[in-house]
C-alpha cells in the first residue's frame, strides 16, 4: 500500500507530469536523505505550485514555493526577535539575499480512514500515547490508539474538513486548553472556546486536560466543610472542601437542582465553581445557566458544556477540560466545587469512541479502562497541603441510574473511587420528599470533619431517628395499638421529614440550619401540625432575621453554640411559639383556604409567599388592636375583605 511503514512506494505529488530525469533525481534524493530505495507514483494536483511533495517511508519533503515562503518568514521572525534596535532591517535584508531554498523534511503520517470523529493514520512512528496531531485542514486530534502500523485518533471537532490522503504531524505536546480569572463567568465549550457570545476570552494561561493527581504528600485531610444550603446533606451527609461525593440516582429525581443548589449557595463563601454539561441537551443547559446568571451566581462560576449534539470526542474531552480550568485556581490556593453532570453520559461517550477505535469491548460493552476513565480524573479533586498552597477543589460527580440499580457496571466504579454518595430515590421524589434523599444509602466518609461544632451535636442522632421513624412507619401500618414512646418517634419522625424537604433553588445558610434543627432536636416542634412545620419554619427564620439577627451571627462567627447563646435561643423559641400558635390559628379562623394551600405546598411559591407576608402582617396589626385571651388565640373573628374569605367558618 502507498504509504505505509515499510511499504517501498513513495507518492510524489505536483502540479505537473515529471520527466523520467525528474524521477530519477527525486529516487537519488529519497536514497540519500532516508537511506532506502523506492518506486515512485505520480500523483497530479495543481494545486501545488512552485515545486512538489514527496511523502515516503512517513515522511513528507516539501520542496513547494508555499513551504519555501513559510521557512523564510520563520527566520525572519527569529532575526527580528534577536537584532531588535538600529540596523535591524539591513541585517534581515542581508539574511533575505543569503537565502537558499533548501527542503521542509518532517516526519508525517496520512490519513487512510475518517468517520465519527475517528482518522486511522498510516505513519508517525514517533508518536506517543495521548499526544496532538494537527491535520492538513488545521484540526487537531489525539493519539488514542499505537498500532503496529497506524494510529487511532481521535478529533478534536467535526471530521467534515478531514479527509483520506490528509497529511498529519506530530505536534510534541498535548492538548491544553484555556485558564485563568478570565474564565469566570463564561460559557465555553469542550476546547475552552467561548459559546456565549460575549466575545473573545483574553487568558493568558493554558493548562493540560491531562495531569497526574496530585500524590499523599502534598494533600492534607479534609476539614473544612462545603456549605450545600441543603439541611439534609449539611446535616447527615455532610460534604467538606476537597471532598469528592458522588450524586446518584433515576433520571428526574433532582440531582442536577441539589448541584446548582450547592453551586448557588457557594455565593460570599470565597468558592469558585466549574459546571461541566456532558451530553445534556442545549435547552437543559441553557436554562442551568440562566438560573445561575439570575441569582448572581456566574460571577464565580465557569460553564463548559459539550451537548447531545456535539461530537462525542467533544464529550469525551469535556470533563477533563472543566478539571483543568479548576485546578488552576486550586494550584493558586483557592477553594474550588467543580460539578460533573454527569459521567454516565461520559462512559457511554468513552464506549463509543473505544468500539470505534475496534478496542475490545467488556462488560456492558465498555472497555477494559472504563475504571481508570474517572478514576485519574476523579483523584485530581484534593485539599492541599499548606506547604502546597492549601487550595481545594471539590468534586460532585453525576451518575444516573436506571430503575435505582447502584449496583450496575458504572455506578459501583464510581462509588469506589468517590468519598461517599448521596442516593436520591425516585419513590419518595414521587411522595413530594424532595430532596429525595435516602439516609440509609447516602454516606459520608469524611463526616463531622466537614461540620461546624453546632450542627455537629445536633444531627448525630438525626440519621438514626429518621432510619428509625421509616420501621415503625412500615410496622405501624399493621396494628394501631401502639405505645407511648412508639407514638412519640413517629411524631418526632414526621416533622424530621418535613423540615428536610426544601424547596429548588433555596438553600439555607448554615447558621439558620444550626437555628432549625436545634428547635427540632429540642422537640419544639412536636405540638405543631405537620402541615404547618413549614409555615413555622419559615416564620421563625423570618423572625430571626428581623428582631435576633445577632444569634445567627454570632453561630456563624464562632461556629457553636455557647451555653449563654443557647439559654437565650430558648427564650426566643419559646416567645415565638405563643406568638405563632395564635398566627396559625388567626389563619385558620379566618383563611383556611390559605392554611390548605399551605399544608399541600412543601414548595412555596412567590404569590403564595406574598400572600402569608400579608396576612402577617394584618395579624401583627390586629394583635395590636386586640388583646389574645387566656390561651393566646385571638380573642375575635377578624372579617376579611369580600372575595379573601376561605373555606372555613
Known amino acids: 500500500m502507498v504509504g505505509l511503514i ?6 510524489v505529488t505536483s502540479a505537473v507530469a515529471l520527466s523520467g530525469d525528474q524521477i530519477q533525481s527525486v529516487k537519488k534524493l529519497l536514497r540519500k536523505k532516508l537511506n532506502s530505495s523506492f518506486e515512485i507514483e505520480v500523483v497530479i494536483d495543481p494545486t501545488v505550485l512552485g515545486g512538489l511533495k514527496i511523502y515516503a517511508g512517513g515522511h513528507l519533503i516539501d520542496y513547494t514555493a508555499k513551504s519555501q515562503l513559510r521557512t523564510m518568514r520563520a527566520d525572519i521572525d527569529r532575526i527580528a526577535e534577536s537584532q531588535e534596535g538600529f540596523g535591524a532591517g539591513a541585517f ?17 503520517g496520512m490519513v487512510t480512514q475518517v468517520g465519527d470523529c475517528i482518522a486511522t493514520i498510516s505513519g508517525l512512528q514517533s508518536a506517543q500515547s495521548g499526544e496532538l496531531l494537527r491535520f492538513d485542514s488545521g484540526i487537531y486530534g489525539i493519539a488514542m490508539n499505537l498500532n503496529f502500523d497506524s494510529i487511532g485518533a481521535v478529533l478534536m471537532g467535526s471530521d467534515a474538513k478531514v479527509k483520506e490522503g490528509d497529511y498529519v504531524w506530530l505536534t510534541g505536546k498535548v492538548a491544553e486548553v484555556p485558564a485563568g480569572d478570565a474564565m469566570t463567568g463564561r460559557v465555553v465549550d469542550a476546547l475552552g472556546q467561548p459559546v456565549d457570545q460575549k466575545g473573545p476570552i483574553e487568558y493568558t494561561v493554558t493548562r493540560t486536560i491531562e495531569k497526574i493527581a496530585p500524590g499523599v504528600v502534598e494533600r492534607a485531610e479534609v476539614s473544612k466543610p462545603l456549605q450545600t444550603g441543603i439541611k439534609a446533606i449539611d446535616a447527615m451527609v455532610p460534604i467538606g472542601r476537597g471532598q469528592r461525593e458522588l450524586v446518584i440516582g433515576d433520571r428526574q429525581t ?3 437542582a441539589l448541584c446548582v443548589d450547592t453551586i448557588l449557595n457557594q455565593k460570599g463563601e470565597g468558592v469558585l465553581c466549574v459546571y461541566v454539561a456532558i451530553g445534556q441537551k442545549a435547552s437543559t443547559v441553557a436554562r442551568v445557566v440562566k438560573t445561575l446568571e439570575d441569582r448572581g451566581a456566574m460571577e464565580y462560576t465557569t ?4 451537548t447531545a449534539s456535539d461530537p462525542i470526542s467533544l464529550q469525551y474531552l469535556a470533563p477533563y477540560t472543566g478539571c483543568a480550568i479548576g485546578e488552576y485556581w486550586m494550584e493558586a490556593g483557592k477553594d474550588v466545587l467543580i460539578v460533573y453532570d454527569d459521567l454516565s453520559k461520559h462512559a457511554v461517550a468513552y464506549r463509543a469512541l473505544s468500539l470505534l477505535l475496534v478496542r475490545p469491548p467488556g462488560r ?13 480524573l476523579l483523584e485530581r479533586a484534593a485539599c492541599m ?26 455506578p459501583t466504579n464510581v462509588i469506589s473511587i468517590t468519598d461517599g454518595q448521596i442516593y436520591l430515590e425516585a419513590e419518595l421524589f414521587n411522595h413530594g420528599i424532595r430532596p429525595a434523599i435516602n439516609p440509609g444509602f447516602s454516606v459520608s466518609r469524611v463526616g463531622g470533619s466537614a461540620q461546624i461544632k453546632a450542627m455537629r451535636t445536633l444531627s448525630g442522632a438525626l440519621r438514626v431517628e429518621l432510619a428509625q421513624y421509616r420501621e415503625l412507619s412500615s410496622f405501624s401500618q399493621f396494628g394501631s395499638d401502639l405505645n407511648q414512646d412508639t407514638r412519640e418517634r413517629l411524631n418526632h419522625g414526621e416533622r424530621v421529614v418535613e423540615i428536610f424537604k426544601q424547596a429548588q433553588y433555596s438553600p439555607v445558610p448554615v447558621e439558620y440550619q444550626v437555628i432549625i434543627l436545634y428547635m427540632l432536636t429540642k422537640r419544639y416542634l412536636s405540638d405543631t401540625r405537620v402541615e404547618h412545620v413549614h409555615l413555622t419554619e419559615r416564620e421563625f427564620t423570618r423572625h430571626i432575621q428581623r428582631n435576633h439577627g445577632d444569634i445567627a451571627r454570632e453561630i456563624k462567627r464562632t461556629g457553636e453554640i455557647s451555653p449563654g447563646l443557647e439559654a437565650r435561643l430558648k427564650l426566643v423559641i419559646e416567645e415565638f411559639a405563643r406568638d405563632h400558635k395564635a398566627f396559625i390559628d388567626y389563619v385558620q379562623v379566618n383563611y383556611s383556604d390559605l392554611a390548605d394551600e399551605i399544608s399541600r405546598n412543601a414548595q412555596i411559591s412567590a404569590d403564595l409567599r406574598q400572600r402569608i407576608r400579608a396576612v402577617r402582617d394584618e395579624y401583627v396589626e390586629y394583635k395590636q388592636k386586640d388583646a389574645p385571651d387566656e390561651s393566646g388565640a385571638p380573642s375575635r373573628v377578624h372579617s376579611p375583605a369580600a372575595g379573601e374569605r376561605g373555606g372555613g367558618s
Open 6 to 11: 515499510g511499504a517501498d512506494v513513495a507518492t
Open 92 to 108: 534581515i535584508s542581508g539574511e533575505i539575499g543569503a537565502f537558499r531554498p533548501k527542503p521542509n523534511i518532517a516526519e508525517t
Open 254 to 256: 433532582g440531582k442536577t
Open 303 to 306: 460553564v463548559v458544556v459539550s
Open 364 to 376: 456492558e460493552a465498555y472497555p477494559g479502562d472504563v475504571f481508570y476513565l474517572h478514576s485519574r
Open 385 to 410: 497541603s499548606p506547604r502546597y498552597g492549601g487550595g481545594t477543589m471539590t468534586a460532585l460527580p453525576i451518575i444516573e441510574t436506571q430503575a435505582g440499580d447502584i449496583s450496575a457496571y458504572i
